[in-house]
């Protein structure tokens, strides 16, 4: 049975579309969704960008609010920017909820998207592995 991770930023454009691409395309097992705590209704297209050049864009992610996911019950809650990490709301059940932080890409050239990109993928899917398998 899959685990269920949500990755949480403020605007779902940018840090948790990617996080959410990186953790479904690399962990066996796990399942990731995203959303904002204030979406932004729209995925950066340098986010989409980066996602395509290493092949794990799906038409699927798209910027969202954590009431679309309510139905979901997830195993671990992940914050990627301060704001989503002060403003987490509590879940129904005893739900793990970790933060690692990432610095916003947004409204920066592309190399940053690329930057983002390889700190969520080298910091992030151990952090999630780890959380899951505790």
């Known amino acids: 049975m899959d685990k ?11 840090r948790s579309i990617i996080g959410e691409a990186l953790i479904n395309a ?18 950066n297209p340098n986010a ?7 092949n794990i ?21 992940v914050t990627v920017c301060d704001n989503a990490n002060e403003t987490c709301p509590m879940f129904p059940k005893k739900t793990k909820v ?7 890409p947004d409204g920066k050239e592309f190399d940053a998207f690329v930057e983002t990109y390889k700190e969520i993928e080298k910091i992030l899917l151990p952090k999630v592995r780890d959380a899951l398998s505790q």
């Open 4 to 14: 269920k991770v949500l990755v949480m930023c403020t605007g779902n454009s940018c």
């Open 26 to 43: 690399k962990l066996d097992g796990v399942q990731a969704y995203s959303c904002g705590v204030a979406p932004s209704g729209k995925v």
């Open 48 to 54: 989409k960008k980066i996602l395509e050049q290493n």
């Open 57 to 77: 864009w799906s038409d699927d992610y798209h910027s969202k609010h954590l009431d679309s996911l309510l139905d979901i019950d997830f195993d671990l809650v």
């Open 98 to 104: 970790i933060h690692v932080g990432f610095e916003d």
